[in-house]
């Protein structure tokens, strides 16, 4: 033990038995903000570290049911800390420790400081804020927090080259009345200059044992120099190569600072600051924030059900289960958003355009009265089904809401007419992509067919594991699945939809199969007893349609299934043979067949050997981080930049936060 290590850190108090231990932090405010940190030093105190043979200790630490970090321990002498910031949503907060069986879970400290409710905006009820790093960009020496910091945030000094110049004042700077951050002024007091030139930039690698594609970032500025009468100092920022703040001006020892207000979902950052044409001075920069977005079960707004777990309780699943949507397929309820048939003429300027057609119908394209797009499915007279699929999209529509489903915007039930109006998604559906349909003029890439198929399955996990009692979509297919703006997806059409009459049921019994050749469950097939399993199945072959670009069941006579297709090519050890050759080899070969490997664990004959989506969700993400590496090392080249030498974050495995964004 160092002399200098703090006197929390000297002691630990460790969870040999149980697969979740919990801390109970209570006699909170509900709707508060708060700052949790946890920490850990290992210290070699069972005397296990020469027995592990150099395998670290592993477990995970969580917030209620929802997966904060997961703690990794290589060096006994390390220090791991992690902080989050988040909103307690009852007047407690539980922070669980998970056993992986990779080592006794333990813990040093845990410490949880209130915020106030205006600090960090994107930190809501619904989204957490899990710190990646915050370092002082012109450090002094050793780390700034309290009482230099209020709210004991600890900044971390960063180690900038010989590129960049550091200045400082002694004279305080002050916050503004309206900050959001109240960045210290032992930060704001020292800022970062390029030296001869008028241009600098940062580049910062996520890709971390924590698989988090949405992140945060804030950063701080203010002026330190008192500048002359012809002095001007004035700079663009770009985040990822694009404008994100044009001719930003930082005032003379008052806070400033530009943040993110919607997360970015890459794993590779580039931040640059770039002197404008009429600055006489180059830009600077005093302190950055980056923090992973940690999202929380979504609650229904019709739902007057607020679950909040007891500390005692075991694990309830993943990041979809501690606040759950009561998704009762009782009597329909459409008291509101209710639209009469004129009405529906009015918005589609009387059917002229139509975007879709179905079993229920045809799909119209409309517009309201505050000018936004909807799709109108206006119900067939000459559909058997009609009412029937009405009612069943109509009840889940109105239960459901996650930023993967598509959005309810009404219903219209006049006399003869049954409609319901949703979000209309612009760019169509993912079918008409992998066709070629959707006149694009271009074929989506492999990073973005990944994007959008973690984007999906996130919808379908929600239905599976976010709603009380579970919901089983029963037609996944990627006609299903469609696209808005940045190609965002979202799971439509409930019309087959199925609820579990209650939690204990695994499955449930139909009079008929229902749903379209091709992405029917064999098992669901044979036996007539459906579950979420089945649903599995059907994204599986949506999983290899994104691989191929072909349908599930190829036109003509005597053409096997895409299972049998795929599953035929792989088994020659050649990847490139069933993957789309439009994509003419940009993608990496190892994300791939992840990938290969999932579909072929989600078409499974037996569903008991399928994964569930909420662990499809976490492989998907895997292999996105494998292909948005290479997207990331095949810029950098085309940029002529040597990818090793770069400046990108230095992960030091032993600490919990990185050295910090060396300068390019």
């Keep these: 033990m160092s002399t200098s290590l703090p006197g929390h850190q000297t002691s630990l108090r460790s969870f040999p038995t149980g697969e979740r231990n919990c801390y109970a932090l209570k006699s909170l405010v509900q709707g508060q903000k708060y700052l949790l940190r946890a920490t850990f030093m290992y210290g070699n105190y069972d005397g296990q570290h020469g027995a592990r043979a150099n395998e670290p200790i592993q477990f995970d630490l969580h917030i209620g049911v929802n997966r904060w970090k997961t703690i990794k321990i290589f060096d006994a002498s390390a220090i791991i800390t992690t902080e989050a910031i988040t909103v307690a949503l009852a007047d407690y907060i539980s922070v669980c420790l998970i056993n992986k069986q990779s080592g006794t879970p333990f813990i040093s400290s845990l410490e949880l400081r209130p915020l106030k409710t205006s600090i960090y905006p994107a930190a809501n009820a619904s989204m957490s804020l899990v710190l990646f790093t915050r370092v002082n960009m012109g450090p002094t020496d050793g780390l700034v927090r309290y009482p230099d910091d209020r709210h004991d945030r600890i900044w971390e000094p960063f180690n900038y080259s010989s590129r960049l110049k550091r200045i400082s004042t002694s004279s305080t700077v002050h916050s503004r009345e309206d900050d959001v951050f109240e960045a210290p002024s032992a930060v704001l007091q020292t800022a970062l200059t390029p030296g001869n030139v008028s241009e600098m930039g940062f580049h910062w690698d996520t890709k971390r044992e924590d698989i988090r594609p949405e992140y945060h970032i804030f950063t701080h500025f203010a002026e330190i120099l008192s500048l002359g009468p012809n002095d001007s100092r004035t700079f663009d920022i770009y985040l990822n190569g694009k404008s994100f703040w044009d001719s930003y001006t930082a005032h003379y020892l008052i806070s400033g600072y530009v943040y993110t207000t919607v997360p970015y979902t890459e794993y590779d950052y580039s931040l640059s600051f770039k002197a404008t044409n009429n600055s006489t001075l180059p830009p600077i920069i005093n302190g950055l924030e980056i923090y992973a977005v940690m999202h929380l079960p979504e609650l229904s707004t019709d739902s007057g059900d607020d679950f909040a777990m007891d500390p005692s309780e075991g694990p309830r699943g993943e990041d979809y289960t ?343």
């Excluded at 760019?427 to 992998?434: I, N, P």
């Excluded at 939690?503 to 469950?521: K, N, R």
């Excluded at 095949?634 to 230095?650: C, Y």
């Design 322 to 664: 501690e606040r759950k949507v009561d998704c009762k397929d009782d009597q329909l309820k459409l008291e509101s958003r209710q639209f009469t048939y004129k009405d529906l003429e009015n918005i589609t300027n009387k059917f002229v355009r139509i975007i879709g057609k179905g079993g229920f119908g045809i799909v119209y394209h409309g517009f309201l009265e505050n000018g936004v797009e909807v799709a109108v499915k206006l119900c067939s007279r000459s559909s058997s089904q009609g009412t029937k699929e009405f009612l069943a999209e109509a009840q889940s529509l109105t239960r459901v809401h996650h930023k993967n489903l598509v959005t309810f915007v009404g219903y219209c039930k006049d006399v003869n007419y049954l409609a319901l109006i949703y979000e209309y998604m612009s760019q169509g559906s993912l079918q008409e992509h992998l066709r070629g349909k959707a006149g694009l003029g271009r074929i989506l890439s492999w990073g973005e067919r990944l994007q959008i198929a973690v984007e999906a399955a996130q919808g379908l996990a929600y239905l599976h594991k976010g709603c009380t009692p579970p919901i089983i979509h029963r037609d996944v297919k990627t006609s299903n699945i469609l696209l808005g703006e940045e190609l965002v997806a979202k799971i439509a059409d409930f019309g087959l939809s199925k609820s579990f009459h209650s939690d204990a049921h695994t499955h449930v019994s139909t009079e008929m199969v229902a749903g379209t050749p091709g992405y029917v469950d064999p098992e669901y097939h044979n036996s007539y007893q459906l579950n979420e399993k089945s649903d599995v199945y059907s994204f599986g072959v949506v999983l290899l349609e994104l691989i191929t670009s072909h349908p599930p069941i190829m036109p003509g006579p005597g053409k096997a299934h895409i299972v049998q297709r795929v599953a035929s090519k792989v088994a020659r050890g050649n990847i490139e043979d069933a993957v789309d050759a439009r994509l003419q080899g940009a993608y990496d070969a190892n994300s791939v067949w992840k990938i290969v490997d999932l579909a072929m664990k989600c078409t499974a004959q037996f569903s008991t050997q399928r994964p569930t989506m909420s662990d499809v969700v976490i492989q998907l993400k895997e292999s996105l981080a494998l292909e948005a590496a290479r997207e990331r090392s095949e810029s950098l080249h085309n940029e002529g930049l040597d990818v090793s030498q770069n400046g990108a974050f230095e992960l030091d495995r032993n600490k919990s936060m990185p050295v910090g964004p060396s300068a390019r």
